[in-house]
C-alpha cells in the first residue's frame, strides 16, 4: 500500500453519498395518502380484495404496540424485545446499500448484536391497513447507533391480538444514510463544527484512524471560518485557453489566539499501513488548507487568488507527526484498535471482471486492481485508463465498488475518482459491524463516499482536435 496517497491538489472532505431509498408500497399511501387516524370509523372488514383502512381502534391498537417495540430497543431490553415476535417469523434488513433476509434465530442473533450499544430508534407518520387477521403497519423509522444514522420506510406484520400481538413479519423498505447528529465539538465554545479521522469523531481523543500523508496527517476537517493568516497557494492549476486559473489549494497557518492550537503535543498511536501498531507519537495542529475550482478568470500570480480560494469551505486539519517510526495512519490512544481485514479472500473473479467490462468507456481498457470481502460483503477497486488522442484526452480514473452477497454477488459503483489507484484496504473504522474501504485520496463509510486528496483537472475543450483542427 506504499504511495496510497494522491500528494497533488487537494479537496476538503466532501460528502459524494450514494445511498438508496425506497418509497412505500402503493397500499401504504391510497386513500389520497390520508393519515392512519383519518381512517373511517364505519370501515369494511377486510376481505379478499385486499389490505383496507383500519378502524380507528385499530390504529390506536396497532401503535401501542409499535411504541412498546420502540421502547425496548431505546431502553435495550432485550428480552422484552424477542417476546414481541412470532414462533414464525421473517425478517429483511436494509441499511444503506445493504441488504439481508433472517429466520428467526437469525434475527435475534443478529439484533443481539446491535443490543450491545445504546441505540435511538424514532418512529413517524405510522399508517395501518388491515388484511384478513393480519394488521400492516408502515412508518418513517430513523435508527441511530454511534455515529451511524439511517431512516426509511418500515413495514410490520401483526398477527394476533391484544397482548398476544406478535411480529410475524418486518422489513426496512428503504435505508437513506444521513449525516449523524451533531455532538459536541473538541474547541472551547462547543461549536460542532471541527470533527477528526475517517470516523469525523468529534474529539481526537475519539479519533479511529487518519491518514498520513507526505509526513503529515490529514487529521480531520473543519466548517469554521478560519482566519487567513500567511496564506499561499501551494498547487494551481491553469488553463490557458481561459485566460487563467481554474483550480487552486491554499493552505494558511494558525494565529497564536486560533483554538485548533489547543492540539499541542496530542498522544497517538502510529501504525503500519495494516493497520498494525508500530510505534508512539505525537501530533501538533500545524496548518489548515481547502481547495476550490474558480468560476472567475485570475491569474496565476493575482494577490487576490489566496484570498478567492480561502473562502471556500470545508477546510482540512493538517498535524505534523513527531514518532520514531514511520507509518500510514495514526489514531488515538484512548480510541478501540481498527482492524482491517484480512487480504485472505476475493471476490470472485468473474464478478469483478463483469464490473469491470461494465465501467469501460470507448478507447479505454479497465482492469481489477483489488478486490476483498468477508464472504458476506465486500470491495472491488478498478482502474480505467485511456492514452491520450486527438479524438479524446488521456483518462486515468479509479473506481470503486461494493458488493454483497443475497444468493449471488451484486457490485455497485460507489466512487469514481480521477488518478490511478494504488491500493485498497477494508475495515470497520467507525465500529458499526459494517465494512468500509480506504482508497487514494477518500473513504467509503456508511453508504457515503468521502473525496480528501484528488487531483483537480481543467475540462477537456469541446471539440478540439490536432492543433485546433477536428480532423485527426
Known amino acids: 500500500m506504499a504511495a496510497r496517497w494522491v500528494l497533488g491538489v487537494s479537496l476538503a472532505v466532501l460528502g459524494c453519498g450514494k445511498s438508496s431509498s425506497h418509497a412505500p408500497p402503493a397500499r401504504a399511501v391510497a386513500a389520497d395518502a390520508a ?13 379478499a380484495a385486499g389490505p383496507i383502512a383500519a378502524t380507528p381502534a385499530q390504529v390506536a391498537a396497532a401503535r401501542a404496540f409499535v411504541e412498546a417495540w420502540q421502547a425496548t ?3 435495550g431490553d432485550f428480552p422484552g ?38 441505540m435511538q430508534v424514532e418512529i413517524a407518520d405510522v399508517v395501518v391497513y388491515v388484511a384478513g387477521a393480519q394488521r400492516q403497519v408502515f412508518f418513517t423509522q430513523t435508527w441511530t447507533q454511534g455515529r451511524w444514522r439511517d431512516t426509511g420506510t418500515k413495514n410490520l406484520v401483526l398477527v394476533g391480538d391484544g397482548l398476544g400481538t406478535r411480529i410475524a413479519f418486518e422489513e426496512m423498505l428503504g435505508s437513506r444514510v444521513v449525516d449523524p447528529l451533531p455532538t459536541a465539538a473538541l474547541l472551547a465554545d462547543g461549536r460542532s463544527d471541527t470533527w477528526f479521522g475517517y470516523d469525523r469523531a468529534a474529539s481526537l481523543a475519539a479519533m479511529r484512524l487518519a491518514p498520513v500523508v507526505d509526513g503529515l496527517v490529514v487529521l480531520g476537517g473543519t466548517d469554521r471560518a478560519m482566519p487567513a493568516i500567511d496564506l499561499r497557494v501551494v498547487t494551481s492549476v491553469v488553463d490557458a485557453a481561459a485566460g487563467g486559473v481554474g483550480a487552486a489549494r491554499v493552505r494558511g497557518a494558525l494565529g497564536d489566539a486560533e483554538p485548533l492550537r489547543a492540539i499541542a503535543a496530542a498522544p497517538v498511536v ?24 474558480l468560476a472567475r478568470a485570475l491569474a496565476e500570480d493575482d494577490p487576490g487568488l489566496p484570498a478567492a480560494v480561502w473562502a471556500e469551505r470545508p ?9 520514531p517510526c514511520a507509518g ?7 480510541a478501540t484498535p481498527v482492524v482491517a481485514v484480512p487480504d485472505q479472500r476475493a471476490l470472485p473473479a468473474k464478478v469483478a471482471a463483469r464490473a469491470a467490462r461494465g465501467l469501460a468507456v470507448d478507447g479505454a481498457a479497465a482492469e481489477v486492481a483489488a478486490t476483498v470481502d468477508d464472504g458476506r460483503a465486500g470491495f472491488a477497486l478498478i482502474t480505467v485508463e485511456r492514452d491520450d488522442s486527438c479524438a479524446a484526452p488521456a ?3 479509479r473506481a470503486l465498488l ?28 467507525d465500529g458499526d459491524d459494517q465494512l468500509d474501504a480506504i482508497v487514494d485520496g477518500g473513504v467509503y463509510r456508511g453508504g457515503r463516499f468521502e473525496l480528501w486528496w484528488p487531483e483537480l483537472v481543467i475540462p477537456w475543450p469541446a471539440g478540439l482536435g490536432c492543433d485546433g483542427d477536428d480532423d485527426e
Open 81 to 118: 424485545y424477542q417476546e414481541l415476535y412470532a414462533a414464525r417469523f421473517t425478517g429483511i434488513r436494509r441499511s444503506g446499500a445493504v441488504t439481508r433476509r433472517f429466520d428467526r434465530p437469525g434475527w435475534m442473533k443478529d439484533r443481539r448484536k446491535m443490543f450491545a450499544r445504546p
Open 315 to 323: 477546510y482540512l486539519i493538517l498535524a505534523e507527526l513527531t514518532a
Open 35 to 47: 393519515p392512519a387516524d383519518a381512517a373511517p370509523a364505519d370501515a369494511a372488514p377486510a376481505d
Open 328 to 334: 500510514g495512519f495514526v489514531r488515538s490512544v484512548d
Open 270 to 293: 502510529v501504525l503500519h499501513d495494516d493497520l498494525t501498531e508500530a510505534c508512539a507519537g505525537t501530533v501538533t495542529v500545524t496548518a489548515v488548507e481547502t481547495s476550490a475550482y
Open 73 to 75: 430497543q431505546n431502553d
Open 395 to 397: 483518462l486515468h480514473e
Open 402 to 429: 461494493t458488493a454483497t452477497q443475497a444468493g449471488r454477488w451484486s457490485p455497485t459503483v460507489v466512487a469514481r475518482i480521477d488518478g490511478v489507484a494504488a491500493g485498497l484496504l477494508v475495515a470497520d473504522l
